[in-house]
C-alpha cells in the first residue's frame, strides 16, 4: 500500500471546524483514500473514504485534490467527542496483495479538541 | 445494533498459560481479522480469515492461532503465551471487498507475567 504521511498532531476548539491533512504523493490511480479514527480506548471506526471526488457524510467530510496527492478530512463543528487518532489509509481498489483486506495503519494525527 | 464483540476485555496471566480470547460478530461478515497494537508500532495485522475454514497468517503471526469453524465467531488463541505478547488486540469484521468498511471490537488489553 502507497505511504501517507500525516501531522503528528494537531489542536482545535469545541463547534470549530478542523481541517485534517494527508499526503500521498505516491497515490496509483486504483488507490481509494480511507479516513478512520481511534478514540481513546475503542477500537478504529471507519470515518469516510473515496476515489477522486469530494465526499460527504454524517461524520465528516473528504476533500480531494485534483492530482489526488492530498486530501483533507473536516469535521464541521468538532465536539469533545470528536478527539481521537485520525488515521489515513489508502487501499488498492484491486486489492493488489491478494485476497487481504487488512488497513496498513500509520501513525495518524492525534486531535485533542479544547472546550 | 452491529457489533464486534470481543472477551475478554482486560486479561492478565502468566507465562505459558494457555488462553483464548473471543471474537464475534453479528452482521454476517466473511472477512475478519485480528491486530494488535503496540505503542510506537502502531496497529499490525496477525491473522486474517476470508471464509469459514479458509485463514491466513497477516504480517505478525508466530505465537498465535486462529479458527473459523463458524461465520460469525474467529477466536484467537496463545498456546504459550510470552511477555512479548503483551499488547492490546482488536478483531474487526467486514464484507468482502477493499471498499467495505472494518468493524472493530473494543479492544482486549492482555497482560503476560
Known amino acids: 500500500d502507497a505511504k501517507t504521511t500525516q501531522p503528528n498532531s494537531m489542536e482545535s476548539n469545541e463547534e470549530e471546524p478542523v481541517h485534517l491533512p494527508c499526503n500521498h504523493s505516491t497515490i496509483s490511480g486504483t488507490d481509494y483514500i480511507h479516513w478512520y479514527r481511534q478514540l481513546p480506548s475503542q477500537g478504529p471506526e471507519y470515518v469516510i473514504h473515496g476515489l477522486t471526488s469530494n465526499v460527504n457524510n454524517r461524520m465528516a467530510s473528504l476533500a480531494i485534490a485534483e492530482d489526488r496527492k492530498s486530501s483533507t478530512l473536516i469535521l464541521h463543528r468538532a465536539t469533545l467527542r470528536d478527539a481521537a487518532v485520525y488515521y489515513c489509509i489508502l487501499r488498492d481498489k484491486f486489492n493488489s496483495g491478494g485476497s487481504n483486506y487488512k488497513l496498513t495503519f500509520g501513525k495518524g494525527t492525534l486531535l485533542t479538541v479544547n472546550p | 445494533e452491529a457489533q464486534v464483540t470481543q472477551n475478554p476485555r482486560y486479561l492478565i496471566t502468566v507465562t505459558g498459560k494457555k488462553l483464548t480470547v473471543t471474537c464475534s460478530q453479528n452482521?454476517?461478515?466473511?472477512?475478519m481479522s485480528w491486530y494488535r497494537q503496540d505503542p510506537g508500532l502502531g496497529l499490525r495485522q496477525i491473522y486474517y480469515?476470508?471464509?469459514?475454514?479458509?485463514?491466513d497468517k497477516g504480517d505478525v503471526p508466530e505465537g498465535y492461532k486462529v479458527s473459523r469453524k463458524e461465520k460469525r465467531n474467529f477466536p484467537l488463541i496463545l498456546e504459550s503465551p510470552s511477555p512479548n505478547q503483551t499488547s492490546l488486540y482488536f478483531c474487526?469484521?467486514?464484507?468482502?471487498?477493499?471498499?467495505?468498511?472494518?468493524?472493530f471490537g473494543s479492544g482486549t488489553q492482555l497482560s503476560v507475567l
Open positions: 452482521m454476517n461478515h466473511e472477512y
Open positions: 474487526a469484521s467486514s464484507f468482502r471487498g477493499t471498499n467495505e468498511k472494518l468493524f
Open positions: 480469515s476470508m471464509n469459514v475454514e479458509v485463514t
